[in-house]
């Protein structure tokens, strides 16, 4: 199966890329989460997660925890801020 996240870590091969986690924010709309370790904070402006390291939190409003599995997560909303800590 194709893995983006791999396939863009072979085109950097002089990057130092660390398996912590991987984000994709598409269009302030949905933020795609790949690594996340559980939810710390949900609600309609701020939802938080924590990965290996740290917490990364994502702020805006109407936000949605619009899909939860073992790694991955989906957020969807108005997302405003990403930042991890």
Known sequence: MFNFFNE??????NEKLTDKYNIVNMSGRILYVEGHTGICQLSKEAISFKFKGGVIIVEGRDLVLSELMDKTLKITGEIKKVEAI
């Open 8 to 13: 863009l870590k072979k085109t950097l091969k």
